[in-house]
């Protein structure tokens, strides 16, 4: 009988790497608006906070990308889990200081993380999976990383309610410190150098890729980012924001268990289709949930639907950039970034001008309809 969890020997220290990182950053993650509202800050700083975090990762992700391909994925994810480190530093700084300076530079730390997290974990994973359990991986490196989002927002919603966040945000940092050890495991396993020239534009990908990356991205973020946000203010205690982002993480592990199951079967669309089309309609129930158990009701649908769709999305994702090559992964990248840039610039705008109602029910719709955008993926090919 097959194992429902297989990974490639080649991964396993990168799986690792990896998930102790996802543990550092899911004890803090959902946490941020919350440490900054709580700390005295304003509402519109919490988008401001995410709009300079885009703006600095879409000038920093050329050179990151050139630098990771001189010196290696396991170079660019060792500079990510430092940069991660002093996010959650300049963070504890400003929930200390009340200085937006510790902000600003939280803001940079985390484009940082992300310029080169991304980057690298895309190119290392993208040319060393086998394409016959590249699903199957790909949801074991994911069911790993869920099960430590159980844990995570619950460990860090109870040491945040009776703690405080100082304690909080030193564990996440002392753990990316702890990330960085299982990366010379990963120096036997590393491709030759990338010698393919890389250019900053978006022709590296197929025009249908940028549009379905880009609103794949407008969605995320407003799943992973702006929902937070609606937790500070509705929910606004690190116990029960733990806990409900705890049992919606629950649901996560069966969803892409089931989606990396299916899509070993060659059933990637399938997936895609049928986890977007959940994923649109809880963007929209967003805006009608007030009650603890419904948000808890949506928080974990989401996370299933997401975990579902993102599965096949990803796995289409490495399959092209296998083909492509690291250009495909720049051009992919620049398209996450515009996206980011251009959601958190209207919905700031949208912030300062009307109302935070607004503000929420804006940014749901917008992810509603940007769900779809995500079918544009090109189709995978022997």
Not at 98 to 126: E, R
Not at 146 to 155: D, E, F, G, T, Y
Not at 277 to 282: D, K, T
Request: hydrophobic share 50%; proline share 2%.
């Amino acid at each position: 009988m097959r194992s429902p969890l297989r990974l490639q020997k080649s991964l396993v220290s990168v799986a690792i790497a990896l998930n102790i990182y996802s543990f550092a950053s899911g004890l803090i993650g959902v946490f941020i608006p919350l440490i900054i509202l709580k700390s005295g800050g304003h509402l519109w700083e919490v988008p401001a906070f995410y709009l300079t975090y885009a703006v600095v990762k879409l000038i920093l992700n050329y050179p990151a990308v050139l630098l990771i391909q001189k010196k290696g994925a396991h170079f660019g994810l060792g500079v990510a889990f430092i940069a991660g480190g002093l996010q959650t530093l300049s963070i504890l700084g400003y929930s200390t200081t009340k200085h937006l300076t510790f902000l600003v530079i939280g803001a940079i730390a985390m484009s940082l993380t992300y310029a080169f997290l991304w980057n690298s974990q895309h190119l290392f994973i993208s040319e060393a999976m086998q394409d016959d359990t590249k699903s199957s991986s790909i949801a074991t490196i994911a069911i790993i990383g869920q099960l430590a989002s159980v844990a995570a927002p619950l460990i860090g919603g109870l040491v945040g309610e009776y703690l405080g966040s100082g304690y909080l945000l030193v564990l996440s940092m002392l753990l990316c410190i702890a990330a960085l050890i299982p990366l010379k495991e990963m120096g036997s396993y590393l491709q030759s150098p990338n010698k393919q020239k890389i250019s900053y534009n978006l022709h590296g990908a197929p025009g249908r890729d940028i549009l379905a990356n880009y609103f794949f991205n407008i969605e995320t973020v407003v799943g992973v980012m702006v929902w937070p946000i609606y937790l500070a203010i509705f929910i606004a205690t690190y116990k029960s924001i733990g806990v409900i982002t705890a049992i919606a993480a629950t649901t996560t592990v069966l969803a892409t268990w089931l989606a990396g199951h299916k899509g070993d079967k060659g059933q990637d669309r399938t997936v895609l289709k049928e986890g977007v089309a959940v994923s649109s309609l809880i963007d929209v129930i967003r805006i009608f949930v007030t009650s603890q158990f419904w948000i808890a009701v949506v928080s974990s649908g989401y996370r299933a639907s997401l975990a579902y769709f993102q599965n096949a999305w990803t796995s289409m994702y490495y399959h092209h950039a296998k083909k492509r090559g690291l250009q495909y992964i720049m051009s992919m990248e620049i398209a996450c970034d515009l996206a980011y840039v251009s959601l958190w610039s209207v919905l700031l705008i949208v912030l300062l001008t009307t109302s935070t109602h607004a503000f929420f029910v804006s940014a749901f719709l917008i992810a509603a309809a940007s769900a779809w955008g995500c079918l544009l993926i090109t189709k995978q090919t022997k």
